[in-house]
C-alpha cells in the first residue's frame, strides 16, 4: 500500500509518499496551501503539481491543509480531492497517520 500525506501551509505544501514498511519514496514541496488564500482553480493546479511528481500512484492519501476551519472549509476540500481523508486543525505528519484511514484514492491520481 502507497500513502501519500500532503501538509499544505501558508509559505509551502509538502507531499510525501511512503510505502507498507514505511519507506519514503519521494518527498516533494510545492507552492503555497492554506485553503483560505487559494481559488479553486489555484488549489487544483497545487495538488496536480504535486500529483505530476509522484513516481507512482497512492492507494490512501491523508491532506492536513491550513485555513480549514468549518465544515464548509472541509466539503470545498473534499470537493477537490475526493474522496481523501482529511486532517484538519492538526500539524501531525499526515504520513505517520495514514495507515489508520479508510479513504479511497479513485481518479485523483
Known sequence: MLVLGIEGGGTRTT????????????????????????????????????????????DRIGVGMAGVRTAADRDRLVDLVPPAVLLTGCRADPAEHAWEWNGALEDWC
Do not use: E, W, Y
Open 15 to 58: 507531499a510525501t509518499l511512503v510505502d507498507a514498511a514505511d519507506q519514503v519514496l519521494t518527498s516533494v514541496t510545492a507552492g503555497p496551501g492554506n485553503l483560505r488564500l487559494l481559488a479553486d482553480d489555484q488549489l487544483t493546479a497545487l495538488l496536480d503539481s504535486i500529483r505530476d511528481q509522484l513516481p507512482a500512484k497512492p
